[in-house]
């Protein structure tokens, strides 16, 4: 079993920067690879796909949306999954979750392809 724990949430003004990071524990990701994403909920909208990224780090896909000011890493070695976000813009406020499914080459953007979930982290973006 994996346990995915996000930090980094929080409120900040329009423009400003946040870095997510969410730890596994469990398992160690260089022995046992998993694929890793973030996906964000608002209210009253479903959960959507923001970035994902391969065991290795070596592909990655973002929302069209967040591309040119979020970045998804990863640190094997710590066991965790960054997602640094710049530019942020009020329409980023969301709960951010952070997902995780075993898998040594891929990575993934639907809901449904994941097997574990944080329990997620607010952020807040003031105009």
């Known amino acids: 079993q994996v346990q995915l724990v996000e930090s980094g949430g929080g409120l900040v003004q329009a423009g400003g920067s946040l870095r997510l990071s969410c730890a596994a524990s469990?398992?160690?990701?260089?022995?046992?690879?998993?694929?890793g994403g973030w996906f964000r909920q608002a209210p009253g909208k479903v959960r959507e796909f923001v970035a994902g990224?391969?065991?290795?780090?070596?592909?990655?896909s973002y929302a069209d949306s967040v591309k040119g000011r979020f970045t998804i890493s990863r640190d094997n070695a710590k066991n965790t999954v960054y997602l640094q976000m710049n530019n942020l813009k009020p329409e980023d406020t969301a709960v951010y979750y952070c997902?995780?499914?075993?898998?040594?080459?891929?990575?993934?953007?639907?809901?449904?392809?994941?097997?574990?979930w944080g329990q997620g982290t607010q952020v807040t973006v003031s105009s």
């Open positions: 990224i391969s065991w290795n780090g070596g592909i990655t």
């Open positions: 469990g398992r160690t990701l260089s022995r046992y690879p998993m694929a």
């Open positions: 997902t995780a499914r075993g898998d040594s080459g891929s990575l993934y953007t639907g809901v449904r392809q994941y097997d574990y």
